[in-house]
Every structure is written in C-alpha cells, then in structure tokens.
C-alpha cells in the first residue's frame, strides 16, 4: 500500500463574473490497469466543493492507503453545481426558469450536462505506478471558464490531472502547492504536537501534525499563538503539505470561530455607507466556517449591518 492525497483546484475564470461555484463531488475512483482489478474509491462520501476561491491553492479531497500497481485513469464523479454570478452584461440574463437583472447578484442551480468525466491514459500524468512508501499528490484542475457554456450557463465538466513531485524533505517541501482544509477541530493530541480535523457535518477526517515552524494565527482569542490554542470543537483553516511519508504537515493554522459561535468567509460584492448605518454584501463560501445556520448556504448572499463598535483586523498572510 502506498498513500495517494487527491487535491481539488479552480482555474481563474474569464468572462462570466462568477462569485461563488461550489458542486458536489460524489465519487473518485482510480482505474486499475489490469481491467480485472476493481477501481479504487479515494472518497469516503460526497464533498461539497466551493471552487472559486481555490484560484491560489487547492482543497485536500482525501488521503488515503491505495493498492501498489499500475493506474490507467481517475473517473470523477459530480451532481448539484451551483453558482453566484453577478450580472455586467447590460441585460437582464435567463437562467432556467429565473431571470437576473444587470448588475445584480444571482444565486441559480446550473443544469449539469455531464455527470462523470474520466481521465485516463494516454491523457498526462497517466498511467502511473504506485510503489510501496512512495506518497503520490494528484492535483484535479476542474477549470470554470471552459465548462461553462456561454449560451445558458450550463455545465459541461472539463477536469485535468497533474501528479505533483514529492515531497523531498520532513518539512514537506513541495514547490509552492499548498493544500487547504477547513473544518472542525475534533481532538488534540499535544504529546504528538498533531490534532484531528472533520470537514463539515460528516465529512473526511485527517490528522494534521505541526512543528516549530508551524505558524499558529488565532488573533486576540489566543496570545500564545501555539499548540495549545487549538481546542476541541473550533473551526479552523489548515495549509499543509504532504511529508515524504505521506502524513500531513500544517505551516498555518488559522483560527475561524470557538464553539457554538457564528463567523463568515466569503467575497465583499459591495459596501455601503449610510448616515446612520454602514454594512456591506458577502457572497458566502464555506459552509464548514459558519457552524450551524440554518438556511444559509455556499454561494448565498449575505448583507452585514455593522455595529458602531465593530472592530476590524488585516489579514496580512495572504
């Protein structure tokens, strides 16, 4: 057996200002090259994906234990696009049975043209060879831009795959790849210096280890900027690379929110100053880093009022 990481990226789109585009990943599979051999699941379930804001680096789908042997291809499988678009065409667009007047911000479910799309040898970097304790990064690009089709807004999947070089040292050095988790801290181990994170309500969990060099960004809600800020129950966003043995290294651990408390991440579309209220429109887009909240969703738009006394930080880390 050897470990196979699977990471998902957006290529920068074109035309179409597309705010938010999250789509359910339902299955990958990697195609043995001996056609009697079973394919080999990497997912454990459905991932929700929110692509758009993954242009600079990429979610970690799985990592998992796969067979040693000869692979032919991956076949991805996909339901449930949805997207946010805001409208600078100078006409009101159709979208289905909803209309988006210009200038306005619309949240629609895309018609899927095609479900499953496989990409299989001679298409790069296929076939590959797994070898025993050789840890292998697949970067899927699912590329926005060609797969919306201009006419309706439909979307035809266009996905490639690129096997990233291994890690070469115990830092997990990796060129600039970085892989983003976001997600629930469900248990710490401080005598390994690592901790366990669940993505959303019953997604994948994976263990994370940090070290000195790890960089710990919990703001005013933890001074010591350490290990021991990490506490059960909090949401966090992890950049990590792979080490040489296939575990998964944080250079960053970033704090979102304490237990049973509301924040939001997403893209400012607008701002408003008013006399007596000011507040801006957010195009939300991770679920994982608003907890629990009711009808609101990936890609929703989500206006802010501000209160006299809120205090504002600069993320200065990128």
């Known amino acids: 057996m050897t470990q196979v990481s699977l990471?998902?990226?957006?290529?920068?789109?074109?035309g179409v200002t597309v705010l938010s585009f999250e789509i359910e990943v339902t299955g990958a599979a990697l195609q043995p090259g001996d056609s009697s051999s079973q394919p080999v699941s990497m997912l454990s379930g459905p991932e929700d994906i929110e692509l758009e804001h993954l242009q600079t680096e990429s979610a970690l789908l799985a990592s998992r234990s796969v067979p040693?042997?000869?692979?032919?291809?991956?076949?991805?499988?996909?339901?449930?696009?949805r997207m946010t678009i805001q409208n600078q065409t100078g006409a009101t667009l159709t979208l289905g049975t909803q209309t988006c007047?210009?200038?306005?911000?619309?949240?629609?479910?895309?018609?899927l043209n095609q479900s499953s799309v496989t990409v299989q040898a001679p298409a790069q970097p296929f076939p590959i060879t797994l070898t025993m304790n050789s840890p292998v990064?697949?970067?899927?690009?699912?590329?926005?831009?060609?797969s919306i089709q201009q006419s309706d807004l439909s979307i035809t999947p266009t996905i490639s795959l690129v096997q990233l070089p291994p890690p070469n040292s115990s830092d997990g050095s990796q060129g600039d790849e970085d892989m983003e988790l976001i997600g629930q801290v469900a248990s710490t181990d401080p005598t390994k210096n690592a901790f366990i994170i669940q993505r959303g309500m019953n997604g994948p969990s994976f263990t994370i280890a940090t070290d000195t060099n790890t960089r710990f960004d919990f703001g005013t809600s933890c001074s010591a900027e350490n290990f021991s800020c990490l506490q059960k129950g909090q949401t966090v966003k992890v950049d990590a690379k792979m080490k040489p043995d296939g575990s998964l290294l944080a250079f960053e651990v970033k704090f979102f929110q304490p237990p049973n408390e509301m924040s939001f991440a997403g893209t400012v579309t607008s701002v408003s100053m008013g006399a007596t209220t000011s507040g801006f429109q957010i195009v939300l887009f991770d679920e994982e880093s608003f907890g629990?909240?009711?009808?609101?969703?990936m890609g929703a738009p989500l206006t802010v009022n501000l209160a006299s006394q809120a205090t504002f930080s600069i993320d200065t880390s990128g």
Do not use: R
Request: with cysteine; charged share 20%.
């Open 101 to 111: 007047s210009d200038q306005k911000v619309c949240e629609f479910d895309p018609k």
């Open 137 to 146: 990064v697949l970067k899927m690009d699912f590329n926005i831009n060609t």
């Open 292 to 297: 629990e909240m009711g009808s609101f969703s």
């Open 68 to 81: 040693t042997g000869t692979y032919s291809g991956l076949m991805v499988s996909l339901a449930n696009p």
């Open 7 to 14: 990471t998902i990226h957006d290529n920068p789109p074109m």
